[in-house]
């Protein structure tokens, strides 16, 4: 049960992919390389939502404990913009593809991933990928964005993650993309963020160990990232977790 449970959070962390750049192998919907295609050669309505549809599966992301007071954004063709304003100082957001899908899916429509941020996290984690958005809306390619996150960290740019960053991904309704067929979303999790952390001295990714963490501190210089994810056994309307079945999108 646990190493099933571990699989598929290491398929949730990897769908993730905000920290490791990788080559994009499968072709774009325009069929050009995922490299080399921008937004400009895509239909943007493709990655709209109803905005109370939006709103609400942002929600979901968290228990409505924490979720009910959390700021929302959605996504609009000028990039995320707040929907509603918070009180408790979690946001709440649907990622799409090209912030949260594995390379193969960079382009993927119908990618959207609830996750609902605390403070630490929405000022550091997720304004990486705010201006993710909108260098992709700006027209530049996967390859020009990465690039350009990597520089603006290098040059402090982009602040590193503060103490106690961490979001909570546990939405039935979450879809990471088409690439991992056999785990079509999400197993409810949270995760937590640090910069160049060694997996390590959490004990992450060792026999028996419930935490899975993702690190680039060993690869090329790039975003200096460390993410650790725990699985939970309830979504966050309180059922409970019991496999792939339970799971909507």
Known sequence: MQKNQSLIILVALTTL??????????????????????????????YLMDRSAEI????????????RDAEVMVFGRHGFETAVKGKNGFVCIVERSW??????????????????????????FLARNLKRTSLILAGRTKAQVDEAIYAAVDKNELPPMEPGAMCYMMSKLGYGGDTAPNVPGFSSHVMFFYSGLDPATWGANLPGSPI?????????????????????????????????EDHHH
């Open 17 to 46: 992919n905000l920290a490791l750049a990788q080559d994009a192998k499968a072709p774009s919907p325009n069929g050009a390389s995922n490299e080399q295609t921008t937004i400009g050669q895509v239909q943007i309505e493709q």
């Open 212 to 244: 899975i963490a993702v690190s680039d501190i060993s690869e090329h210089p790039s975003e200096h990232l460390t993410e650790f994810a725990v699985g939970v056994g309830k979504w966050s309307d309180g059922t409970e977790v019991r496999g792939m």
């Open 56 to 67: 609400a599966m942002a929600r979901t992301a968290a228990p409505e404990s924490v979720s």
């Open 99 to 124: 912030t949260s899908a594995p390379d193969p899916d960079f382009w993927n429509a119908k990618v959207r991933t609830p996750i609902c941020y605390n403070a630490a996290a929405a000022h550091s």
